[in-house]
């Protein structure tokens, strides 16, 4: 199956700083990305979604000057968290979108990074 | 809008049983997708099993199956043989296909554990 790869799995970070975390489809292209935040034990929760080539479009009550995302090329979409606190502290995953996938609804998923903000 | 909701927080079933995790569902929409994903103790999100609205049979993987009843906006996942590896959070999405957006919505998650 298709593979997402995120890096860093674990980030820890001070407050005040900001954190990138990157998203990549090592064996195909995706048009379409997607982050989500998830706090322990509790569902993924959709962040935004992130098109190549343009601006990302934001869930109502997510701030975009707080998660800045990008989606450069097809193969790459970046999450940065800006000036993180310690309410940022959370699991974040990335989720890519198959140029197929209209067919078949599938998404592949990241392995997840782990953000602590002290 | 679209909602998924798993009333069932916490399950446990004995190795080699049979358990049914519950998921229903609101939506005005007539084409969508469903899926159940497992999320074990290392966080990856595994797809499990999906199925189209528009098809009435429903789907099975080897020990995973469900029982997907459109017009009461059911869809259970039937996990038979259980095995220790399938101790995981598992979730129930929904994907509607008008507009093609990807969006998926999840439910709150049921964590399984199988015991030995």
């Known amino acids: 199956g298709a593979v997402v790869s995120q890096h860093p799995s674990r980030v820890i970070c001070k407050s005040g700083t900001s954190v990138k975390i990157e998203c990549r489809s090592l064996d195909f292209q995706a048009t379409t990305m997607f982050w989500y935040r998830q706090f322990p034990k509790q569902s993924l929760m959709l962040m935004a979604t992130s098109n190549e080539g343009s601006k990302a479009t934001y869930e109502q009550g997510v701030e975009k000057d707080k998660f800045l995302i990008n989606h450069a090329s097809l193969t790459l979409s970046t999450l940065t968290v800006t000036s993180a606190h310690p309410e940022d502290s959370s699991f974040y995953i990335c989720?890519?979108?198959?140029?197929?996938?209209?067919?078949?609804?599938?998404?592949?998923f990241g392995e997840g990074s782990r953000l602590t903000v002290l | 809008a679209q909602t998924v909701t798993q009333s069932q927080p916490e399950m446990s079933v004995q190795e080699a049983e049979t358990v049914t995790l519950s998921c229903t569902y609101d939506t005005s929409e007539s084409n969508y997708y469903l899926f159940w994903y497992k999320q074990p103790p290392s966080r990856q999100m595994i797809l499990v099993i999906r199925?189209?609205?528009?098809?009435?049979q429903n789907a099975t993987e080897n020990r995973f199956s469900v029982n997907f009843q459109k017009a009461a906006k059911s869809f259970s996942l039937k996990i038979s043989d259980s095995q220790l590896g399938d101790t995981a959070m598992y979730f129930c999405a929904f994907m509607k296909r008008a507009g093609n957006t990807g969006k998926l919505i999840f439910g709150q998650g049921t964590t399984l554990q199988v015991k030995p």
């Open positions: 199925q189209e609205a528009y098809k009435q």
């Open positions: 989720s890519a979108r198959l140029l197929t996938s209209g067919l078949t609804g599938e998404l592949f």
